[in-house]
């Protein structure tokens, strides 16, 4: 009994464990790009000029996650910006979020896909406030 039983308990731990693991591999990546997203906003609000815009490429953004794509979402409430969430594709419920600076609002694209293309974040700043938005590089 012993020997049918437990190599289903044995996979229940390793699947448990992998799953850990992707996850601590997705809140990296949010902090990367809440990160990423806060230098930039700290460069736009310091200059005088009211139009500014910056955007810079995520260099260090893995293409997979054990052979998963994974996607990475601005997420809020309304128009305010209030932090980045990474998740796989193909299992929404495994994520991991990273918070954002208050004040941001969103931008033109709040949603990007791992995969073969760079991703670029991008901040700007006018009158009616500062965005945050990815986009495809």
Partial sequence: MLIFVMPFFY???????RVDMVRKELKEIA??????????YFLVNST??????????LIYLPSAIEDSVFVLKIAGSGINASKVTTYLKNAPSVAADAWLSPGLKFGAQNT??????TV????????TGVYVWFKYA
């Fill in 120 to 127: 670029a974040a991008g901040c700007s700043r006018n009158s």
């Fill in 48 to 57: 005088e000029y009211t139009s500014v815009s910056m955007e810079k490429s």
């Fill in 112 to 117: 990007v896909e791992s995969g073969a293309r």
């Fill in 11 to 17: 996979s229940m731990v390793v699947d448990n464990i």
């Fill in 31 to 40: 902090d990367y790009v809440s990160n990423t997203l806060s230098n930039l």
